[in-house]
């Protein structure tokens, strides 16, 4: 990942945001999870975050300046069954984010979460597939009972998502750091 960043930044100058959005899931029982299951999981969601915003900080912390925003979920906020791992991953970007806000508080670095619940993406639809696989229940049913967890009974789409991730880069959301920020349609955990 060093090298990426080395890459990108001769070409195109230093990072002053950086957003880790990386995500999956799988969904079984906690006691049917396998080990590789749960690594995989954690390495995916958890480390692949940290991985993706570690090269970026010494140089933002240098420069006094920068954005660092995980995608996480609500599942960082909040338990879900039959998605342990998940929960443990997102739960741990959650407690990174503000780790590592409190350790750049006071340079000009802001770090903070964007938790989303169900977003209308490719996730969205294995989990559709995955809940019609295991239940026999239609796509339909599936997609619903997901949509029932939002308050406002809908999924959230990317660019509510994306709008809340520019937001955090602003200038207006300079004094906003070390916070998750739960785009979810009022779940409340």
Known sequence: MATLYEKAEAARGPFDIVVAN?????SAPAHKTSLADWRRTLDVNLTGAFLTVKPALA???ARKTGRII????TAGLKGYAYVAPYVAAKHGVVGLM???AAETAKSGVTVNAVCPGFVE???LEESVRRI???TGRSADDARASLSAINPQGRFIQP??????VLW????????ITGQAISVSGGETW
Do not use: N
């Open 98 to 100: 503000r780790a590592l």
């Open 70 to 73: 995980f995608v996480a979920s």
């Open 168 to 175: 955090l880069c602003s200038d207006a959301a300079r004094s």
């Open 159 to 164: 660019e509510e998502i994306a709008a809340a």
């Open 59 to 61: 140089g933002m912390l």
């Open 132 to 134: 019609v696989e295991k």
């Open 22 to 26: 990386a995500g999956m899931a799988g």
């Open 121 to 123: 993406t490719d996730m």
